[in-house]
């Protein structure tokens, strides 16, 4: 998505050796006209797919899973990361990695929000080990509900996340791909979309 790099590439910051800071669009402060556009370009690409319902996990996913619900016009489900004395009935849960916090833990989705007739869209802002995206699949497949795709905004494609994906027979849906960051230089792989 050509908008995309073009924002990266102008307001994206490398910190380390793997890490992408984009706060002032996606992470933190949202531009929602660009999150519109990627809500619509998720929308083209799984226009087909049936799908029923979009799922995230917070907090970074939410803003673009909720345009492309909007787009898709389903709702959307976020996986809380903390446990909430609200959620009381049949709760799904997967244990999650997280790259940027460097703790493990436990996602969960209430299971009234998921069921074996869903065709459930996964968005995340982005993708690195494919943690985040492995522990939703597991939510989902809990629930009985089909997995019909990833929709990642950025991908870091230098590390194992997509493979991971692939592997399990997953579609994988990234709007902009980096290649690597060589001395402070990001590059960018072809995108799917
Ligand atoms: P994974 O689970 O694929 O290893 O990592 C994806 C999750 O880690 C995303 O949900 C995102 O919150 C966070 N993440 C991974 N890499 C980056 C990065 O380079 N920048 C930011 N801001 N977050 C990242």
């Known amino acids: 998505m050509k908008l995309l790099e073009e924002r990266i590439l102008k307001d994206g910051d490398i910190l380390g050796d793997n890490i992408l800071k984009v706060d002032s669009f996606l992470t933190h402060q ?39 619900a909007e787009a898709l016009d389903v709702p959307m489900i976020f996986a809380k990361k903390h446990k909430n004395i609200t959620m009381t009935e049949g709760i799904l849960t997967a244990e999650v990695y997280s790259f940027t916090k460097q703790v493990t833990s436990t996602v969960s989705i209430a299971g009234k929000f998921l069921s074996s007739d869903d065709k459930v869209l996964i968005i995340d802002d982005f993708l690195a080990n494919g943690q985040a995206a492995k522990g939703l699949i597991d939510i989902i497949n809990q629930a009985g509900a089909e997995v019909e795709g990833v929709g990642i905004v950025i991908e870091k494609s230098f590390q194992d996340g997509r493979q991971l994906l692939l592997d399990q027979g997953v579609r994988v849906t990234s709007l902009a791909r980096i290649a690597s960051f060589d001395n402070g230089q990001l590059n960018f792989a072809e995108a799917d979309a």
């Open 30 to 68: 949202v531009d929602y006209k660009l999150m519109k556009e990627i809500g619509k370009v998720f929308a083209q690409a799984y226009q087909d797919a049936g799908i029923t319902k979009v799922v995230t996990i917070e907090a970074s996913g939410i803003a673009p899973a909720a345009y492309v």
